[in-house]
Nanobody, 126 residues
Framework: QVQVMESGGGLVQPGGSLRLSCTASGRTLRMYTMAWFRQTPGNEREFVAVSGRNGGSTDYADSVKGRFTISRDSAKQVMYLQMNELKPEDTAAYYC???????????????????WGQGTQVTVSS
């Protein structure tokens, strides 16, 4: 079974930056579609960003475009979410999601990802 782990969350002041990381066991990460979702209490899980299989395509939620960047480091076998210009409304639990056969049109739908991490909390506050 694929085991997914996120890290890098924490407390940051508005305007600051954090970099989240995600690893997944099994095949090399380039063989997976990998995505970030976030969730706040009482709300549904929200799509943030996705990196397609082999790292060829990316997509972002409108709320984070221009501020967040998803990337992969093939040497370290890690997927990153670089978050800049953080705002209080970015506060959420962030989850890494992984799938080996996701079709691109379903990339923003959490129910279509097979593997999930435990989440890492990001809090943006002064």
């Amino acid at each position: 079974q694929v085991q997914v782990m996120e890290s890098g969350g924490g407390l940051v002041q508005p305007g600051g930056s954090l970099r989240l990381s995600c690893t997944a066991s099994g095949r090399t990460l380039r063989m997976y579609t990998m995505a970030w979702f976030r969730q706040t209490p009482g709300n549904e899980r929200e799509f943030v960003a996705v990196s397609g299989r082999n790292g060829g395509s990316t997509d972002y939620a409108d709320s984070v475009k221009g501020r967040f960047t998803i990337s992969r480091d093939s040497a370290k076998q890690v997927m990153y979410l670089q978050m800049n210009e953080l705002k209080p409304e970015d506060t959420a639990a962030y989850y890494c999601a992984v799938d080996s056969s996701l079709i691109w049109g379903l990339r923003g739908i959490p129910q279509h990802y097979d593997y999930w991490g435990q989440g890492t909390q990001v809090t943006v506050s002064s």
